[in-house]
C-alpha cells in the first residue's frame, strides 16, 4: 500500500512541474531559513550552560537602593568571595575574576597582548574547562605560575614544550608555565587566553580589602540539593552586615541565564539577549507558515483538477482516510525535496551566516542530533502543509464531482484570500520593522559624541613608558603629524571607575547619585576635541597643583548643583579636587544610553593610556610607520597596538547592526517566499480565467484593462494585509524602542513607504502573467466553444 502512495505521489509533483517547483522552492528557503535560524538559537541557549555542574553554578549580582531607584550590578570587593564561602556552608566554591585590558606578554623576542584574568583556586572547579598538560591544582597553588590557552602556548614556544617554560608578564613578572587548557569554546563569554592565580595580585600588594571598592567579578558553585529561593533569602544581607551598608542586597543568579537574561529593571531580571532569540526564533516559525501557506494555497486552488480523481478513487473503493494519507504522502515528499533544497542552500550559505552573526559554529550536518530532528522536522512541515489541502480534497462527493464541473463553494471570507492577507501582513510588518530599526541604528550613529573621534587613536601604557612618560610626550608632541598628546585613566570609549561616594558642599545627605571618573594629566579638551564651555583644561606640566584639579561635564554641573563650578571642590576617597573646568556632556560607552554625570581628575590615579590626535589630510602608511618607531624606541619588544577611537565606537553598534542585517535577510526572504506564492496563484487564476480573458478581448478590452482586471484583486488583498500590519507593528517596534534611553518617534511615512513597497512588490509578481495571459490570442481559446 504504502509503495502505491509513493508511485502515485511522485506522478502528482512529477506532472505540473512549475507549481512543484514553486512548492519545492518556497518550503526549501523557508525550511533554510529556520535551518539558520534555529541552530543560532541552539548556540545561545548553549552559552556558558555546558559545564559539569552547570546547574549549579551561579553570579553574584547585587542591588543597590539608591533614593527608591534600585540598580543591580555584578561587581564585588575583593573580601568578597572568600568570605561568602567561609560564612554559608551551603557554598562549595567560589571564585574571583578580574576584567582587565589586555596585558603584554612576552617569550624572548616575542611579544603580544592577551586578555589576562587573575581567578581563585576554585575557578577551575566551578568551571570545567578541558586541562590539556600540567596540574591546575598545582598552577593555581602557586603564585608564580601561570595557565596558558593552547592556542597562545603555540603562539609563544611555537614547536617547543610550553610547561615549564617562563613568560613575562607587563615586562615585570616572570611566571612558570604550570597548565595549559584547551582554548575557550565559543559558546562562554569568557574569553581569556591566559589565568594567574589570585594570590598573585595579593603578594604584590595590589588588592584593596575595602568592602566598598567593588573591582571584581565573583562566582559560586552551590552544594547539591541546595534550593536557590531559600538560600538567596539567607544570602540578601550579605554585604549590609560585612560592610554596614544596608541599601545593598545580595543574590545569586543562575549562570546559564548571565548571557541571556542579564537585563534587570528594579532588581529583577526582565530579559535580555533571550528577547532578540524569541524574535528571530519566532521570525523563523513565520518564513516557514508563509512557504506552507505557498503549498496550501496553490494546492486548493487546483482542487477542480484533482476532483474527478478524488471521485474515481471513492468509487473503486478508497475510504477518507486512504485518500488523506495519499495527500499527506505527497505533502511530505515535496517536504522532503524541499529539505534537500534546504540543506544545499544552508551549506552554501553557513559561511556567510557565522560572519553575519560573529560566532564560528559547529557544523549542523556533522551532528547526529541534527539528522535525527531533521527527519521529524520534515514529517512535521510536511503534515503542516498538507493537512488542509489533504482534508478539503478527500471531502468532495463522487456524484457531485463526476456529474459536472465542481462548483467552487462560496465563502463569507475565501480562505485562501485570507492566507494570502496574512502572508503580506507579514512582509509588510517585517518591511516596516526593518526600516525603523535602520533608522534608529542611523539616528543613533549620528549622535553627537561631544568629542571628535576622527583622527585619534589610543594605545596601553607599559611600565617602559611609564618611566619615560614626559620624554615620550614631548618626542611625540615634535611630531609634525602630531597635533595633541593626552595621558588618560582608561580610553575615552569606556568607563573604568565610577562611585556613589563623592562629595561637595551642599549636598544633600541621603543624594548619592552614580557619578563616572576619568582622569588625565593635560591636554584632554584639546586631544579628545571637547568643547570647553567655561574655566580651562588640567594641564599639570604648566600648573603643577593640577595633579588635584578636575574639569567636569555639563550633566554633572547640574547634578551637583553648581551655579559657578568653577572653584568648587569635590571630593573622592581623601582626594579634594578642585574644579578649573567645564565641558560640554560627551559620551564614553554606550551611544544608546543618557548621558552621564563625568569629573576628569588630575593624574592622582593611574593613567594606563596614551591618546594621540593626528593632524587632518595625512597619509596614514608613512604616519603608523613613524609613530610605530617612535613607540618601539620607548617600548623596545613591545608590539605597536593602537586602536582608534572611531573604529573602537563603531564596534559598539555591532549587535544592533546584526540584528539589522538579520531583519533585513529574513524580510527578503519573506518577500521572496510570498512573491513566489502569488505568482504561482496568478498563473493558475490566468489559466482558469483565460476564456472570460478571450471573451473581454473580443468585446473590446484592452491589455491595460485586463491586466489590471487580474492585478486589481491581489493588490487589494495586499492592501487589506498592509492595512491591518501597521498597529502590529506599531507596537512590538514602540516597545523595542522603549529599551533604548535614545530613540527616534515612529514616523508614519514609514509606513506609507511600506504601503507603496509592498503594492509595487505584488503589482509587478502579478502583471507578468496578467500581461502574459492577456497577449494570447482570443482564437486559440474559444476554437473549441
Request: proline share 4%.
Amino acid at each position: 500500500m504504502w509503495k502505491n502512495y509513493l508511485k502515485i505521489a511522485w506522478r502528482n509533483i512529477a506532472r505540473p512541474k512549475g507549481y512543484t517547483l514553486i512548492n519545492i522552492g518556497g518550503l526549501g528557503i523557508g525550511m533554510a531559513a529556520s535551518i539558520l535560524i534555529l541552530i543560532w538559537v541552539q548556540f545561545e541557549l548553549s552559552v556558558d550552560n555546558f559545564y559539569q555542574n552547570s546547574d549549579r553554578i551561579y553570579a553574584v549580582m547585587r542591588n543597590d537602593n539608591n533614593q527608591g531607584e534600585i540598580f543591580t550590578w555584578d561587581y564585588t570587593p575583593a573580601p568578597y568571595a572568600p568570605t561568602m564561602k567561609e560564612q554559608f556552608p551551603e557554598v562549595a566554591a567560589t571564585s574571583r575574576l578580574t576584567e582587565w585590558d589586555p596585558m603584554l606578554i612576552s617569550v624572548g623576542a616575542t611579544s603580544m597582548y592577551q586578555k589576562t584574568t587573575f581567578v581563585d583556586p576554585d575557578f577551575f572547579e566551578i568551571f570545567s574547562f578541558k586541562v590539556l598538560q600540567g596540574d591546575i591544582s598545582d598552577a593555581m597553588s602557586d603564585p608564580n605560575a601561570i595557565i596558558l590557552t593552547e592556542t597562545l602556548a603555540k603562539n609563544l614556544f611555537i614547536d617547543e614544550e610550553a610547561i615549564g617554560k617562563t613568560v613575562t608578564l607587563e615586562k615585570q613578572l616572570d611566571l612558570e608555565v604550570k597548565a595549559i587548557i584547551q582554548d575557550l569554546p565559543q559558546n562562554t563569554d569568557f574569553d581569556y587566553t591566559a589565568f594567574l592565580p589570585f594570590q598573585k595580585l595579593e603578594q604584590l600588594g595590589w588588592v584593596d580589602e575595602n568592602w566598598n571598592n567593588n573591582s571584581y567579578l565573583t562566582f559560586a558553585m552551590l552544594n547539591e540539593g541546595t534550593d536557590l529561593e531559600f538560600f538567596n533569602e539567607k544570602f540578601k544581607g550579605f554585604t549590609s552586615e560585612n560592610s554596614g551598608s544596608e541599601r545593598i542586597s545580595d543574590f545569586l543568579f543562575p549562570m546559564r541565564d548571565r548571557h541571556l537574561r542579564s537585563k534587570f529593571e528594579n532588581g529583577v531580571s526582565v530579559g535580555g539577549r533571550i528577547d532578540l532569540i524569541k524574535m528571530f526564533g519566532i521570525v523563523a516559525i513565520i518564513v516557514l507558515l508563509i512557504a506552507c501557506i505557498n503549498f496550501v494555497n496553490l494546492s486548493t486552488a487546483q482542487s477542480e483538477r484533482r476532483a474527478k480523481e478524488v471521485g474515481v478513487r471513492k468509487i473503486s473503493g478508497a475510504g477518507r482516510g486512504m485518500l488523506i494519507r495519499q495527500f499527506l504522502v505527497e505533502s511530505i515528499m515535496i517536504a522532503f525535496f524541499a529539505f534537500i533544497l534546504a540543506t544545499l542552500i544552508v551549506s552554501l550559505s553557513f559561511p556567510w551566516f557565522q560572519e553575519l552573526i560573529g560566532k564560528e559554529l559547529e557544523s549542523p550536518f556533522t551532528q547526529t542530533f541534527f539528522w535525527v530532528t531533521s527527519g521529524i522536522y520534515v514529517v512535521i512541515t510536511g503534515v503542516l502543509a498538507g493537512s488542509y489541502p489533504a482534508f478539503l480534497l478527500s471531502s468532495f462527493r463522487p456524484a457531485i464531482v463526476l456529474k459536472s464541473k465542481l462548483q467552487s463553494r462560496h465563502y463569507w471570507v475565501n480562505p485562501r484570500e485570507v492566507l494570502v492577507v496574512f502572508q503580506f501582513a507579514i512582509v509588510g510588518i517585517l518591511i516596516s520593522s526593518a526600516w525603523i530599526i535602520q533608522d534608529q541604528m542611523v539616528y543613533v550613529q549620528n549622535r553627537d559624541l561631544g568629542l571628535n573621534k576622527e583622527n585619534l587613536l589610543f594605545h596601553p601604557l607599559t611600565e617602559s613608558i611609564r618611566k619615560n612618560k614626559v620624554a615620550f610626550r614631548n618626542e611625540l608632541l615634535q611630531m609634525n603629524e602630531v597635533e595633541s598628546v593626552s595621558y588618560t585613566f582608561s580610553p575615552l570609549t569606556e568607563i573604568y571607575s565610577d562611585t556613589d561616594a563623592m562629595e561637595w558642599q551642599g549636598k544633600p545627605e541621603e543624594f548619592r547619585p552614580n557619578i563616572s571618573r576619568m582622569g588625565s594629566d593635560a591636554n584632554l579638551v584639546k586631544t579628545a576635541g571637547m568643547e570647553l564651555m567655561a574655566g580651562r583644561d588640567i594641564d599639570v606640566y604648566s600648573y603643577p597643583s593640577d595633579s588635584l584639579a578636575a574639569v567636569i561635564n555639563e550633566t554633572a554641573a547640574k547634578i551637583m548643583g553648581f551655579e559657578d563650578p568653577i572653584g568648587q571642590v569635590i571630593k573622592d576617597d581623601s582626594y579634594e579636587f578642585t574644579v578649573v573646568g567645564v565641558v560640554k556632556d560627551f559620551i564614553m560607552e554606550s551611544p544608546f544610553d543618557r548621558i552621564k554625570p563625568i569629573v576628569i581628575m588630575g593624574p592622582k590615579r593611574n593613567l594606563n593610556f596614551i591618546h594621540v590626535r593626528l593632524k587632518d589630510n595625512l597619509e596614514y602608511a608613512g604616519v603608523m610607520s613613524n609613530l610605530q618607531a617612535l613607540f618601539s624606541k620607548f617600548n623596545p619588544g613591545s608590539p605597536f597596538e593602537y586602536q582608534f577611537v572611531d573604529e573602537a565606537h563603531e564596534r559598539k553598534f555591532v549587535s544592533q547592526q546584526r540584528t539589522a542585517k538579520l531583519t533585513g535577510v529574513f524580510t527578503g526572504l519573506a518577500i521572496i517566499i510570498s512573491c513566489m506564492g502569488l505568482f504561482g496563484l496568478a498563473t493558475f487564476m490566468a489559466e482558469q480565467r483565460s476564456k472570460e480573458i478571450s471573451v473581454r478581448k473580443v468585446l473590446g478590452a484592452s491589455v491595460a484593462g485586463i491586466v489590471r482586471l487580474i492585478s486589481s484583486e491581489f493588490t487589494k488583498l495586499v492592501l487589506i494585509a498592509v492595512v491591518i500590519g501597521i498597529p502590529v507593528t506599531w507596537f512590538f517596534m514602540d516597545t523595542w524602542l522603549e529599551s533604548f534611553a535614545y530613540r527616534i518617534s515612529i514616523d508614519w511615512k514609514v509606513f506609507l513607504w511600506t504601503t507603496l513597497a509592498a503594492l509595487i512588490i505584488a503589482f509587478l509578481t502579478v502583471s507578468s502573467q496578467a500581461i502574459k495571459a492577456a497577449l494570447i490570442n482570443p482564437a486559440k481559446t474559444l476554437k473549441s466553444e
